[in-house]
């Protein structure tokens, strides 16, 4: 979710990174846990535009189990970006799902 006032800035910049094939495959995830809360930042990159989009959030682990789930029943992660209103912006594929969930089979194991 991102605030309106980037909305315009965010498209932009997706949808250059689409029209020139780019589509921004390469991304890093970094996060950090502090008790049940996770922290997080992905970066994606688009190479053919030498554009990065960051993109920060945080959830409780306890609301993830489903997300875990469907990322390793898919073997993808998705992010769809969208504002405050549920506007949908655009969405990302990622080939792994490991850097969102390092530790998913054994959380599910739980």
Known sequence: MIPDNFADQFVDVFDRGHEEGGEFQEYEVYRSEVGE?????????????????????????????????A???QGAMFTHVQTLDQTALGSFQ?????????????????
């Open 37 to 69: 809360h996770v922290f997080q930042v992905t970066v994606l990159y688009d190479e053919p535009t030498a554009n990065a989009i960051l993109l920060a959030g945080s959830y409780e682990l306890i609301n993830a189990q489903d997300l875990m789930r």
């Open 71 to 73: 990322a390793l029943d």
């Open 94 to 110: 990622h080939e792994g799902w490991e850097h969102f969930f390092p530790n998913a089979r054994q959380r599910l194991d739980e």
